[in-house]
C-alpha cells in the first residue's frame, strides 16, 4: 500500500461485511452507525423514485429498485460512499436527514471503479445524519455491497518527491534517460525535466502506473516552446535536422478529467533512432503549401514521402460533373497518414485549420489507406487542392498516391516559367505542356500556341533554366541554359499554319542533346520553348515563347 491509498481508509475498523439489507423505501431506513461495509441484495426491491430534489433530481428518480439506509457520522471529518465491489451496475445518492424529506447532497452512477458508484462529502460534523440510497442503472439489480469510510484527502497528506523544486518550465531538474518511479504531481504542483537528446532520435515520455487520476505528458524545446501536447497517451519528438545534442523539457500535468488533485506516476523517458533519417524527399518537392501545390494529372504516382511540419499539396482540375477519386495506400502502423480536398478560395490547410476545416472531403480513418471521391456540381470547372497530412506517428511516411477523374488542373504536368515577348501577331507566343509527368507512361505532348500564321520553328529542351534576352538578335527570350537539345529531325520543324499553333509529342526515350540523345529518368526535370520564325519592321527575325518545366516521376 502506497502512501496515498494509505491514508484512504484511515479510521476503518471492521473485520469482513455485515448484512445490514436496506429498508425499500425513505419513510424509516435502516440505521448505520460506524464507518464500514454491509451487504445488500436489490434483486427483492421495488423502485421509489426519491429524489431528495437539487441536484440529485436528474439522477436520483432513475436509480432502479432502490434501497435505504440512514448513517449517522461517528466522527467529525471527511466521508466517503461507495459501491465498489458489487456485482451489478449500481447508482448512489446521499441526502442530509432522516427520512422522505432528507434533501439532496449529491448523486452519482459511475464515478467509482467501474460502473459502480462513490460520493465524497466533506466537512462533516459528528452525528449529523444522511440518507443513503443505492439502486441499478436501468434494469440492473443484484447482490452489492455499501462502502462508508472515513475519507483522507491524499493530497493533503502527500509529501514531494526528491526532484522538487522542478515546478517551472524555466526551472526543470535536469535527468537522466531512463526510468522515473514514484513521482508525485499535483494540480497545484507540476513538474518538468530537462533531457538531452542526440540529432536524428526520437523522445518519448510515457507515464504509468498513476495512482490516483490520469496525468497528460507535453515536449517543450528549451524555450519552453510547446513542441508536442497531445493531450492523452505518449508525448513524443524528432531531433531530425539538429546540427547537435537538443536540451528538451517534458512536463508532467494533471489531466482535466482526472478524478484526483494529485497522483503518484512513473515516467519512462527514452529515445529511439528516427527512421526519417536519411528518406529522401520525393521528385515533387517543393509542394509544402498550397501556393506550391504542383499541378497533377490523371495516374499512379508511387514512392512519395511525406514528413510532420511538411505536408504535400496537389493542384488538381475537375470538370463539372466529373466525379474524382484520390487514393492514398501507406502503412498506418509507421504513421498515420490522411487526404484532404480544399477549395482554395475558402480555405486550405489543415497546419491552419487543425482536423477541421472548411475541407470539401477528407480520408480521416485510423487504418492503413484512405480514399476522397468528390463530384463537381458546380456547374463550372473547379481548381482545386489535395493535401496528403500526416496526423500522428514517427513523424514520416512513404505512401503511393492515385487519382482519376481530374483535368490537369490548368496546364497538366507542366510549370510555366519565364516571359515570352510579343510577336508579330501583337501578342507573345505560349508553351503547355499535357499528359503524365509519369515516365513509364511516356506521355507528354508539347503545344504552342498564338504563333505567327504560318511560321517555322521547332521545340529546343535543356535541363537547365536561362534568361537570355535577344540572344543573336532574336526579337524574343531564350528561357534554357547549358546544354540544348534541338527537335530538328524528319518531321519536327514544323509549320503554324493559319491556326498558328504547333504540336509535338515527345518521346521521353529519346531526349535531343548536342552530343546524342538521352532518355527521361524519374527525378529528372527538362525544360521546353518553341523557337520560331517571326517578322518586324527591320525585317525577318526569330521569337521563343515562354518556357514550361516538367518534374518526371
Not at 55 to 64: E, F, P, R, V, Y
Not at 372 to 379: A, E, L, Q, V
Amino acid at each position: 500500500m502506497n502512501k496515498f491509498t494509505a491514508t484512504l481508509f484511515a479510521s476503518v475498523c471492521f473485520a469482513g461485511s455485515a448484512f445490514a439489507q436496506g429498508t425499500d423505501d425513505c419513510v424509516a431506513p435502516t440505521p448505520l452507525t460506524a464507518f464500514g461495509t454491509v451487504a445488500f441484495d436489490t434483486t427483492v426491491a421495488t423502485t421509489s423514485g426519491f429524489d431528495g430534489g437539487g441536484t440529485c433530481a436528474t439522477g436520483s428518480t432513475t436509480i432502479n429498485q432502490d434501497l435505504f439506509w440512514v448513517f449517522t457520522a461517528p466522527a467529525t471529518g471527511d466521508i466517503q460512499f461507495d459501491t465498489d465491489g458489487s456485482s451489478y451496475d449500481t447508482k448512489l445518492s446521499v441526502h442530509m436527514g432522516t427520512d422522505c424529506s432528507a434533501t439532496c447532497v449529491d448523486y452519482d452512477d459511475d464515478g467509482g471503479a467501474g460502473l459502480q458508484s462513490l460520493i465524497q462529502v466533506l466537512g462533516v460534523t459528528q452525528g449529523t445524519q444522511f440518507v443513503v440510497q443505492v439502486g441499478g442503472f436501468g434494469t440492473a439489480s443484484g447482490t452489492g455491497v455499501l462502502n462508508i469510510v472515513q475519507y483522507v484527502d491524499p493530497c493533503s497528506v502527500a509529501v514531494d518527491d526528491s526532484f522538487e523544486d522542478n515546478d517551472l518550465c524555466t526551472a526543470p531538474v535536469t535527468v537522466p534517460l531512463g526510468f522515473l518511479s514514484g513521482v508525485y504531481v499535483s494540480t497545484t504542483d507540476l513538474d518538468y525535466y530537462r533531457v538531452t537528446v542526440q540529432p536524428g532520435e526520437i523522445l518519448s515520455a510515457t507515464a504509468s502506473n498513476t495512482t490516483l487520476g490520469a496525468v497528460d505528458v507535453a515536449i517543450y524545446d528549451a524555450s519552453c516552446n510547446v513542441l508536442d501536447d497531445p493531450g492523452f497517451g505518449p508525448a513524443e519528438w524528432s531531433t531530425i535536422g539538429a546540427a547537435g545534442p537538443v536540451d528538451l523539457i517534458v512536463e508532467v500535468s494533471m489531466d482535466d478529467f482526472a478524478s484526483s488533485n494529485c497522483t503518484e506516476y512513473d515516467l519512462d523517458l527514452a529515445t529511439m533512432p528516427d527512421p526519417c533519417v536519411g528518406l529522401p524527399a520525393d521528385s515533387f518537392e517543393e509542394n509544402d503549401d498550397c501556393a506550391s501545390a504542383l499541378p497533377l494529372g490523371d495516374g499512379f504516382y508511387p514512392g512519395l514521402t511525406v514528413f510532420d511540419n511538411d505536408n504535400d499539396y496537389f493542384a488538381v482540375g475537375i470538370d463539372a460533373g466529373v466525379t474524382m477519386t484520390a487514393d492514398i495506400f501507406f502503412t498506418d502502423d509507421i504513421a498515420d497518414v490522411d487526404i484532404y480536398l480544399w477549395d482554395p478560395a475558402i480555405e486550405c490547410d489543415t497546419n491552419v485549420a487543425g482536423t477541421g476545416g472548411a475541407y470539401l472531403v477528407r480520408g480521416f480513418s485510423a487504418s492503413d489507406d484512405e480514399q476522397i471521391t468528390y463530384t463537381n456540381n458546380t456547374g463550372a470547372a473547379q481548381n482545386l487542392i489535395i493535401e496528403i497530412d500526416m496526423f500522428t506517428g514517427l513523424g514520416c511516411n512513404t505512401y503511393d498516391l492515385q487519382v482519376a477523374g481530374v483535368n490537369g488542373m490548368s496546364g497538366g504536368p507542366g510549370t510555366s516559367y519565364c516571359s515570352a515577348n510579343a510577336n508579330s501577331t501583337g501578342i507573345a507566343s505560349e508553351i503547355t505542356a499535357t499528359g503524365s509527368r509519369l515516365v513509364a507512361d511516356n506521355d507528354i505532348t508539347l503545344t504552342a500556341t498564338d504563333l505567327p500564321p504560318l511560321a517555322f520553328g521547332f521545340f529546343i529542351t535543356s535541363r537547365q533554366q536561362n534568361f537570355v534576352m535577344n540572344p543573336a538578335g532574336s526579337a524574343g527570350n531564350l528561357c534554357l541554359g547549358g546544354a540544348i537539345g534541338r527537335y530538328v529531325g524528319a518531321g519536327q520543324i514544323m509549320n503554324s499554319g493559319t491556326a498558328g499553333e504547333i504540336s509535338l509529342t515527345l518521346d521521353l526515350t529519346m531526349i535531343p542533346q548536342p552530343n546524342g540523345f538521352e532518355a527521361v529518368m524519374a527525378g529528372d526535370q527538362w525544360n521546353f520553348q518553341l523557337w520560331h520564325r517571326d517578322s518586324s519592321p527591320a525585317g525577318p527575325t526569330s521569337n521563343f515563347t515562354n518556357g514550361v518545366s516538367i518534374d518526371f516521376i
